[in-house]
């Protein structure tokens, strides 16, 4: 089998051996950071909404009262007692007292 070529010996020798291209656009840094797309709290309010869920748990003695608690209307208050809290510190005194209200009742 002489004169038969092989795919390797095919090539010339004399070409350069091929250079992977350059990517020469700007990397994209952070590219997989979360979008929020939610209102976040300040540092207040989030202040408010610990001490809130704090009480909350002390007063009603568990985790299921208190979150019944937090997060359904109510009428006496005008609203969801979390929110309130969350808004504004007279707010949150305003729940405090609904909560010793509903203890001591």
């Given at each position: 089998?002489?004169g038969?070529?092989t795919?390797?010996?095919?090539?010339?020798?004399?070409?350069?051996?091929?250079?992977?291209?350059?990517?020469t656009?700007?990397?994209?840094?952070?590219?997989f950071?979360?979008a929020?797309?939610?209102?976040?709290?300040t540092?207040?309010?989030?202040?408010?909404?610990?001490?809130v869920?704090?009480?909350?748990?002390?007063?009603?003695?568990?985790?299921?009262?208190a979150?019944?608690?937090?997060?359904?209307?109510d009428?006496?208050?005008?609203?969801?007692?979390?929110?309130?809290?969350?808004?504004?510190?007279d707010g949150?005194a305003?729940?405090?007292?609904?909560m010793?209200?509903?203890?001591a009742?």
């Open positions: 089998m002489t038969s070529t795919p390797e010996s095919a090539a010339p020798e004399s070409a350069a051996p091929e250079q992977p291209a350059v990517d656009a700007k990397p994209r840094s952070k590219q950071r979360r929020y797309t939610t209102v976040r709290l540092p207040d309010q989030a202040t408010r909404q610990g001490q869920a704090t009480s909350a748990f002390h007063h009603f003695g568990g985790r299921d009262a979150m019944a608690f937090l997060n359904a209307h009428e006496t208050l005008g609203g969801r007692p979390l929110d309130l809290a969350i808004a504004s510190p949150l305003a729940v405090e007292a609904a010793q209200a509903r203890v009742a």
